[in-house]
């Protein structure tokens, strides 16, 4: 085992496979050989975590919440129901907690200890959410994180920071932009990124053209 | 003390800046897809339990070396050696030398949708009355544990207040070391930054919070 995948200085050359994508073809080729996984169901899984599975689920829960009073209430009553009625459930959101950002108070998740995250609604978590520079500033320096992804809050804003410490999954409510007063919920969607449901940005403002729609 | 963690980062001083990256960016590698389905298809023949294979990640000796996959492979790579599922000479060459050890199960392609949907919900049945209720203060135990603990070191010792109370769930101490399930009172504990991080750094107007099992908590009057 070496360093850091080193593949990126080759990742124009397809003719030589590194040292990783050996190992990993040679474990897949064993097991296979046993009779302990079914690669076509390795295809399954990718496909659904390529595909299927990521944070358009959650952008819906959140649209939904903007334009549906019951619902959000629901989901913050009961976001593994709320969350569940939309048909996202399973997989390392079994447990899900939703929080909503306000002017007085901005939410932001981590998991300092490895890199648990909402699969069902958000998909697999980006390189950065499992790193150590967020693992380890996250819960200390939350302002500092913040401005790495050029978010900057009023002083006056509390940061509440969540440490997914246990199975419980948080989903972050951004707030909704100004100016999508009669927005459909599938337009509202679109302005719903991963990293507002993380807390290390804001929903998206609409572009001028479309709030002048 | 022979269990030593390399994964618990929260509050550690020297990493530099958090690199952003697009929303569709999910793997950097072609092998890293293929891992993270290998991993999830051995997870699913209940060869192990996710405790233990977070035990197993966060041991690893060169964990802060390896790309977050190379962790995931190396563990499950370990957790099957152990198992005598594979040999070394088998993971060498890609080729089957030794017999097969039986799994309680296989995930085929048609049942991934509906095991993923299901997963693995924790909580269960309560062993007794809860201990804590929301707004008591509580105090974290000194949690330098032999053993895989979900109680990272920046709370260790802190003073906090319980915000909400989530039922029982598997605690995760026993489970990773194959002791069985133990579930326990599981809780919301909420910290002001002061507690946590003292007067070194410019304040944040920040609190942070955990979910701890009763058992790493005593009352603080």
Known sequence: MTGPDHSHDHSHDHSELGEMDLRVRALESVLTQKGYIDPAALDALIDTYQTRIGPRNGARVVARAWVDQTFHDWLMADATAAIASLGYTGRQGEHMVAVQNTDEQHHMVVCTLCSCYPWPVLGLPPTWYKSAPYRSRAVKDPRGVLADFGTVLPETTRIRVWDSTAEVRYLVIPQRPAGTEGWSEDELATLVSRDSMIGTRHADAPAAARSAA | ?221
């Open chain 2, 1 to 221: 003390m022979s269990y030593v963690t390399h994964a618990d980062l929260g509050g550690q001083p020297g990493y530099g800046p958090v690199t952003p990256e697009p929303e569709g960016e999910l793997f950097h590698a072609g092998w890293e897809p293929r891992a993270l389905a290998l991993t999830l298809a051995m997870g699913a023949t209940g060869s192990w339990n996710i405790d233990a294979s977070r035990a197993m990640r966060e041991t690893l000796p060169n964990y802060r070396n390896l790309s977050y996959y190379q962790i995931w492979l190396g563990a499950l790579e370990q957790l099957m050696l152990q198992r005598g599922q594979v040999f070394a000479d088998e993971v060498a060459t890609g080729e089957m030398r030794h017999a097969a050890a039986p799994v309680p199960r296989v995930l085929h392609a048609q049942n991934v949708p509906v095991v993923l949907a299901k997963g693995s919900p924790t909580e269960r049945a309560a062993p007794g009355p809860a201990r804590f209720a929301v707004g008591q203060a509580v105090r974290m135990h000194i949690g330098k544990a032999d053993y895989h603990t979900r109680l990272p070191g920046y709370v260790w010792g802190k003073r906090g207040t319980i915000e909400h109370v989530h039922g029982a769930h598997v605690f995760a101490d026993a489970n990773a070391q194959g002791l069985g399930e133990q579930p326990q009172w599981l809780y919301t504990v909420v910290f002001e930054e002061a507690e946590l991080w003292g007067d070194a750094l410019p304040r944040q107007n920040l609190s942070v919070s955990v979910d701890a099992w009763e058992s790493y908590l005593q009352a603080a009057p």
